[in-house]
């Protein structure tokens, strides 16, 4: 069974434009998780998606959004970039959705933003 | 405010020791908690969660944790670590099981194993 994929796997860009990052979960699992990570701040979550609907968020700011297709691919955006949005994008995938439900989640390796 | 502590920074435990990790929350009602293990070669892994029940929560590779809700506590712990314990850990929580939840984590935990 293949894993979580990230795409890409590293990506530059600069102040103030947007990116766009791709999950794709393991097959037959609808639960998509997205965190954040940076020396700073540490692991921060982002948001869940399940069968295309978000289900949990954390504290980030409206620049940061996601998605979730039919087939279970998820994506998550940032607008207007900034330095501190500088981090390693982690995603994972689960059969259930919710916190109170989740049996086991697998995690893809992750997505190296640099933002200068 | 809810929130998540790790209390060590760096712990080193000798190959073959006991080794336990230390995880306080701050919560209004009992809370859903995690630990999860990060390494190089591994990623981010789910080692085990509580929800409610037994205080005492077994985990992938070994691991347990207890619950201890006089101490606010969820402290993992191994009788015995190997070299390939080494990495970092994260405790988490979140008060909500359903929909429109946070998941906190602590700042982690790193362990580093002497031979």
């Known amino acids: 069974k293949a894993g979580v994929t990230q795409t890409p796997r590293y990506l530059i860009k600069t102040r103030g434009q947007q990116v766009t990052l791709s999950c794709s979960p393991i097959?037959?699992?609808?639960?998509v998780s997205w965190y954040q990570q940076t020396p700073g701040q540490g692991l921060q979550f982002l948001f869940e998606?399940?069968?295309?609907?978000?289900?949990n968020k954390g504290n980030f700011p409206g620049r940061f959004s996601g998605r979730q297709f039919s087939n279970s691919r998820s994506e998550m955006n940032v607008s207007t970039l900034e330095l501190g949005d500088s981090a390693l994008y982690l995603c994972?995938?689960?059969?259930?959705?919710?916190?109170?439900?989740?049996?086991?989640?697998?995690f893809g390796p992750g997505t190296r933003l640099l933002v200068l | 405010a809810q929130s998540v502590t790790q209390p060590d920074i760096h712990i080193t435990v000798s190959e073959g020791a006991s080794l336990e990790l230390r995880c306080n929350y701050s919560?209004?009602?009992?809370?859903?908690l995690f630990w999860y293990v990060q390494s190089p070669g591994q990623g981010l892994q789910l080692l085990l969660k509580?929800?409610?029940?037994?205080?005492l929560v077994q985990g992938i590779k070994g691991f347990e944790a207890e619950f201890k809700r006089s101490q606010s506590s969820f402290n993992l712990r191994k009788p015995s670590v190997h070299w390939s314990d080494a990495a970092e850990y994260f405790c988490?929580?979140?008060?909500?099981?359903?929909?429109?939840?946070?998941?906190?984590f602590g700042k982690g935990t790193k362990l580093s194993v002497k031979p």
């Open positions: 998606y399940f069968s295309e609907t978000q289900r």
């Open positions: 509580y929800f409610s029940g037994d205080t």
């Open positions: 097959s037959g699992h609808r639960s």
């Open positions: 919560y209004g009602a009992t809370p859903y």
């Open positions: 988490a929580g979140s008060d909500y099981g359903g929909s429109q939840g946070n998941l906190i």
């Open positions: 994972a995938s689960s059969s259930l959705a919710g916190f109170g439900a989740v049996e086991t989640q697998y």
